[in-house]
C-alpha cells in the first residue's frame, strides 16, 4: 500500500521527484520482506510433510528442502539488498546516474531472477 500510495503502478515521468525516493525504499523493503515470508510458508509446508510421513527417505528429502530453501532465501535476500553497494544508492537515482558500476546491471539482475525463479 505504501508502493501505490508513493507512485508504484504509474508511469515513470508521472512519478513525482518527492515520491520517488519513499517510492523505492518501500520497494526494496517490500522486496526483502517478500523472500522472508516465501520462505515462511515454505518451511511450514515442509515441516507438514515432514510430520505427515516419519519414514526415514522422506526425513532426509525435508531435510534437503529445508536446506535448499533457507540457503536459496538467504542468498536471494542478500543479492535484493546488496543489488547497489551501498543500498542507500537504491533509492538514489541520482546517485545510481554517477555510480553506474556500484549497482547490477539490469541484465545481470534478470538473469539471476530467472534463475532464481527456476530453482525455487
Known sequence: MVCGWYGVG???PNISNEDLTPMLKANLATRL?????ICLVKFSILVFYHRLDP???TRW???FLMAWVAALSIVTFFVLLFVCTPPSLFWNPE???LHP????KQDTQ???FNING???
Open 118 to 120: 527456476i530453482m525455487k
Open 95 to 97: 546517485g545510481q546516474a
Open 10 to 12: 504509474k508511469h515513470t
Open 61 to 63: 528429502i525435508v531435510y
Open 110 to 112: 534478470q538473469v539471476f
Open 55 to 57: 519414514r526415514r527417505p
Open 101 to 104: 558500476e556500484k549497482c547490477l
Open 33 to 37: 520482506l517478500y523472500v522472508v515470508a
